[in-house]
């Protein structure tokens, strides 16, 4: 069975400084990997996804990465900003092995920049 | 602008009532979910349609149950015989459940969030 664990679960930055997301799963056989915003409250935004065969993807100041081997993906957020302010998810596609694929979330990692 | 639209936003229920959450979807897409979130855990599955007229179960489909009946709509209903319904649902749709680029890519609703009182 697939595993993902978000470190750490809250993270505290002053504005303007580059930070990394960590994203771990227990089973590399996946398809794909998604990362998402949530604000408080509220549903998910899809951020970025990354098929099994790319190694990155960037969005304006994000930047995810994935090593299937080692079963991580990193998000990278550059120059940031009070309004990145949220809790952030990463999910895993991976086949089920019963007739599906399946998506597993990680907990999310709650982001707070500071002004 | 296309996008999933959930109702009610918030919803209390007495303890022994069904409820029934909406979801409906402009995106043209075939596939849908229901996932439940509880605070300080990852979101979990609840159902998932894979197309109009068929549904599956997820990790934790006890005390719920769903229909499809028309592409746009995937509704849950929340039954009497949920033991622990207060969460924040959460439902979703992609283009499809295959593996090729964008197919299952998840856009999600802005949530219901159910008190049991």
């Known amino acids: 069975k697939q595993e993902v664990t978000q470190i750490p679960a809250a993270l505290s930055v002053p504005e303007g400084e580059n930070l990394v997301l960590n994203c771990s799963f227990t089973?590399?056989?996946?398809?794909?990997l998604q990362w998402f915003r949530q604000d408080p409250g509220k549903g998910l935004t899809s951020l970025l996804l990354?098929?099994?065969?790319?190694r990155e993807q960037t969005s304006g100041r994000l930047n995810a990465s994935l090593d299937k081997s080692s079963g991580r993906s990193t998000l990278y957020i550059a120059a940031s900003q009070p309004g990145d302010s949220a809790t952030y998810l990463c999910?895993?596609?991976?086949?089920?092995?019963?007739?599906?694929?399946?998506?597993?979330f990680g907990k999310g990692t709650k982001l707070s920049v500071i002004p | 602008d296309g996008g999933i639209t959930q109702s009610p936003k918030y919803l209390f229920r007495k303890e022994g009532q069904n409820v029934t959450l909406s979801c409906e979807q402009n995106?043209?897409?075939?596939?849908m979910y229901w996932y439940r979130q509880d605070p300080g855990q990852g979101l979990r599955l609840i159902y998932y349609?894979?197309?109009?007229?068929?549904?599956q179960k997820g990790d934790i489909a006890e005390g719920y149950s769903v229909s499809r009946e028309k592409k746009e709509s995937f509704p849950l209903t929340v039954t009497s015989a949920q033991k622990n319904p207060t969460a924040f649902y959460l439902c979703?749709?992609?283009?499809?459940?295959?593996?090729?680029?964008?197919?299952?890519?998840?856009?999600f609703g802005a949530g219901s969030r159910l008190t049991v009182l």
């Open positions: 990354i098929q099994s065969s790319q």
């Open positions: 995106l043209n897409h075939d596939a």
């Open positions: 349609s894979q197309i109009v007229n068929d549904f």
């Open positions: 979703a749709s992609s283009p499809g459940t295959g593996v090729s680029s964008g197919a299952n890519v998840l856009t």
């Open positions: 999910a895993v596609r991976w086949w089920s092995g019963a007739g599906s694929y399946q998506l597993t």
């Open positions: 089973d590399s056989a996946i398809y794909n």
